[in-house]
């Protein structure tokens, strides 16, 4: 049996969290040596004498498996810290889950992505700039990474699916639970268009001490965290903190002064998060981070910093998007284009002028190509 799937068992065990796992690796006991384990031998590894118990009596290779085929019959996947499909920026940081259960495309929670959070009882001012901050980070090619929560949360989901973006729900239950209970369908949505994560087994309902590790997990999955609309005891304060541990932005939308629900995003403008009253105040920061994104009638759209009237749109053909996406990872010499692309110079130059035409390609000396 695979290190993986005696991460995903151990993970599965009630009582049993991170830290837990944490020991249990550090003791060496991710092996199936751990099935024969006396209750003493795991008491080592610095469980509590009743999970030690339990672990003893009961956590073997068939346990393990029943417990894979339920989640499967769920319609559930998992994948776990060790595997290559574990979202890279998430990896990163100081806890990463051991295992995330998920439905929907995995592949979402690698895509550059920003952390929309914000109270859940909020103003029409806060609810109307959720929408609009989503579909235009939406249209700019950023995914929108929030908790499924009433409020902010639900209207930042709604419109990145509204605007055909990508959209991931980060749930502080097992994804048979969820919760809010009138988020059903929203839920249900986001795992067929998008993606719900969450690092808790099936079964584990709702809990209050389960949002704030949550919350963790929408800040490490993303470049930032915008906060929409806070009040200064909001849980999205708990996200804005877990960025900022993970060395990430923090982005805030300014409110009223007279409103409640605006000081804690006003306080964290203070502290020096960044002030946002549009897209292009975060699309800013991540311009090289942004995918080509495909353009429903024709060709590719590149979405970049316009002069102060929104995103500027630049129309790319397929083979300038494939360059583009190639010097995205330089610069590079004429030479390693040609190696790279396996195209002939004259085509090579040709769509390289092009680029350089449209401004989103420039040559330096010594014929040395970048993205500008």
């Given at each position: 049996?695979?290190?993986?799937?005696?991460?995903?068992?151990?993970?599965?065990?009630?009582?049993?969290?991170?830290?837990?796992?944490?020991?249990?690796?550090?003791?060496g006991?991710?092996?199936?040596?751990?099935?024969?384990?006396?209750?003493?031998?795991?008491?080592?590894?610095?469980?509590p004498a009743?999970?030690?118990?339990?672990?003893?009596?009961?956590?073997?290779?068939?346990?393990?498996?029943?417990?894979?085929?339920?989640?499967?019959?769920s319609?559930?996947?998992?994948?776990t810290?060790?595997?290559?499909?574990?979202?890279?920026?998430?990896?990163?940081?100081?806890?990463?889950?051991?295992?995330?259960?998920y439905?929907?495309?995995?592949e979402?929670?690698?895509?550059?992505?920003?952390?929309?959070?914000?109270?859940?009882?909020?103003?029409?001012?806060?609810?109307?700039?959720?929408?609009?901050?989503?579909?235009?980070?939406?249209?700019?090619?950023?995914?929108?990474?929030?908790?499924?929560?009433?409020?902010?949360?639900?209207?930042?989901?709604?419109?990145?699916?509204?605007?055909?973006?990508?959209?991931?729900?980060?749930v502080?239950?097992?994804?048979?639970?969820?919760?809010?209970?009138?988020?059903?369908?929203?839920?249900?949505?986001?795992?067929?268009?998008?993606?719900?994560?969450?690092?808790?087994?099936?079964?584990?309902?709702?809990?209050?001490?389960?949002?704030?590790?949550?919350?963790?997990?929408?800040?490490?999955?993303?470049?930032?965290?915008?906060?929409?609309?806070?009040?200064?005891?909001?849980?999205?304060?708990?996200?804005?903190?877990?960025?900022?541990?993970?060395?990430?932005?923090?982005?805030?939308?300014?409110?009223?002064?007279?409103?409640?629900?605006?000081?804690?995003?006003?306080?964290?403008?203070?502290?020096?998060?960044?002030?946002?009253?549009?897209?292009?105040?975060?699309?800013?920061?991540?311009?090289?981070?942004?995918?080509?994104?495909?353009?429903?009638?024709?060709?590719?759209?590149?979405f970049?910093?316009?002069?102060?009237?929104?995103?500027?749109?630049?129309?790319?053909?397929?083979?300038?998007?494939?360059?583009?996406?190639?010097?995205?990872?330089?610069?590079?010499?004429?030479?390693?284009?040609?190696?790279?692309?396996?195209?002939?110079?004259?085509?090579?130059?040709?769509?390289?002028?092009?680029?350089?035409i449209?401004?989103?390609?420039?040559?330096?000396?010594g014929?040395?190509?970048?993205?500008?």
């Amino acid at each position: 049996m695979e290190t993986r799937d005696l991460l995903f068992g151990l993970n599965e065990v009630e009582g049993i969290g991170w830290k837990s796992i944490d020991r249990i690796r550090q003791a060496g006991f991710l092996t199936e040596q751990a099935f024969v384990c006396s209750p003493e031998e795991w008491q080592k590894a610095g469980l509590p004498a009743k999970i030690a118990q339990r672990l003893a009596e009961s956590f073997d290779a068939e346990w393990i498996h029943k417990r894979r085929h339920l989640m499967e019959e769920s319609g559930v996947a998992m994948v776990t810290v060790l595997d290559e499909q574990y979202p890279p920026l998430l990896k990163e940081t100081a806890q990463p889950p051991w295992v995330l259960y998920y439905r929907g495309s995995l592949e979402y929670a690698s895509r550059p992505a920003i952390a929309m959070v914000g109270t859940r009882v909020p103003t029409a001012y806060g609810r109307k700039v959720g929408e609009m901050l989503s579909e235009q980070l939406s249209t700019a090619g950023l995914a929108v990474v929030s908790g499924l929560a009433r409020g902010i949360d639900s209207v930042c989901h709604e419109a990145a699916l509204a605007c055909g973006g990508i959209t991931v729900a980060v749930v502080a239950t097992g994804l048979d639970k969820v919760y809010p209970p009138e988020n059903r369908e929203l839920e249900r949505e986001i795992s067929q268009k998008g993606l719900v994560l969450s690092e808790y087994p099936l079964g584990t309902p709702s809990h209050p001490g389960l949002f704030p590790q949550r919350n963790r997990i929408i800040a490490g999955l993303t470049l930032g965290t915008l906060v929409v609309e806070a009040d200064s005891r909001s849980g999205s304060l708990i996200t804005a903190d877990a960025a900022l541990e993970a060395g990430r932005d923090v982005f805030a939308v300014p409110g009223p002064v007279t409103s409640p629900k605006s000081r804690g995003a006003l306080d964290l403008i203070k502290q020096g998060a960044k002030l946002v009253t549009s897209a292009e105040d975060i699309v800013e920061e991540y311009i090289s981070f942004i995918p080509v994104k495909a353009d429903r009638e024709s060709g590719n759209t590149l979405f970049e910093q316009g002069n102060g009237n929104g995103l500027t749109e630049k129309k790319l053909t397929s083979e300038e998007s494939h360059l583009y996406h190639i010097l995205h990872q330089g610069p590079f010499s004429l030479d390693e284009l040609l190696f790279r692309t396996r195209w002939d110079f004259g085509h090579l130059h040709s769509v390289l002028l092009s680029l350089i035409i449209k401004k989103v390609v420039t040559q330096l000396p010594g014929a040395i190509y970048k993205v500008i």
